[in-house]
T-cell receptor, first 118, second 109 residues
Framework: GEEVAQTPKHLVRGEGQKAKLYCAPI?????VFWYQQVLKNEFKFLIS????????ETGMPKERFSAKCLPNSPCSLEIQATKLEDSAVYFC????????????????FGPGTRLTVL | RKEVEQDPGPFNVPEGATVAFNCTYS??????FFWYRQDCRKEPKLLMS???SGNEDGRFTAQLNRASQYISLLIRDSKLSDSATYLC??????????FGGGTRLMVKP
């Protein structure tokens, strides 16, 4: 598609429940990124993929967070045993390629999934 | 200390005013810089890339000073529709974006 698509728009979970978020990157984009935005505009990088391969996972909380980008499927971000502090908006972004020019590395963001953990 | 620092504002300006935002970054290895705009917790949208030579897009002018690790955004002739949060963003190794905390602008009639 021409836009990054994210589902669901809103997700409410009780503490300890699992949450799974989905992202379909723009067609033809090789890179997918997940960011977490908590209150006060604090964005945190979580993980990136180059096609189906993990490219950088330095931002991922190791214990409860996992992510995948499988061929012919939307990418997913899964949180096992959610905690109150996981409440945030999770944005997915995609970029065409990785190159020296900014036109190659411009990241386009999806509308986000708002996760509320009660 | 955050890697990308911005004044959170809010900046309250009248329509037609000129307003400038500043941003500093601490990672000298950052490769590229951008200004993104975010409305009411919607997704960030790219406003413009920032180059050392300076670049202008209509009423918006962005400037990068690598020696001082300083980035600026100037908005001329402010419109009501410019009201938003402006995010200063650095692109680091691995194509990872590092965001500043954002500067909130409110343009009033």
């Amino acid at each position: 598609g021409e836009e990054v698509a994210q589902t669901p728009k809103h997700l409410v979970r009780g503490e300890g429940q699992k949450a799974k978020l989905y992202c379909a990157p723009i067609k033809g984009h090789s890179y997918v990124f997940w960011y977490q935005q908590v209150l006060k505009n604090e964005f945190k990088f979580l993980i990136s993929f180059q096609n189906e391969n993990v490219f950088d996972e330095t931002g991922m909380p190791k214990e409860r967070f996992s992510a995948k980008c499988l061929p012919n499927s939307p990418c997913s971000l899964e949180i096992q045993a959610t905690k109150l502090e996981d409440s945030a908006v999770y944005f997915c972004a995609s970029s065409r390629n990785r190159g020296r020019g900014s036109s190659y590395n411009e990241q386009f963001f999806g509308p986000g999934t708002r996760l509320t953990v009660l | 200390r955050k890697e990308v620092e911005q004044d959170p504002g809010p900046f309250n300006v009248p329509e037609g005013a000129t307003v400038a935002f500043n941003c500093t970054y601490s990672n000298s290895a950052s490769q590229s810089f951008f200004w993104y705009r975010q409305d009411c917790r919607k997704e960030p949208k790219l406003l413009m890339s920032v180059y050392s030579s300076g670049n202008e897009d209509g009423r918006f002018t962005a400037q990068l000073n690598r020696a001082s690790q300083y980035i600026s955004l100037l908005i001329r002739d402010s419109k009501l529709s410019d009201s938003a949060t402006y995010l200063c963003v650095a692109l680091n190794a691995g194509n990872m974006l590092t965001f500043g905390g954002g500067t909130r602008l409110m343009v009033k009639p």
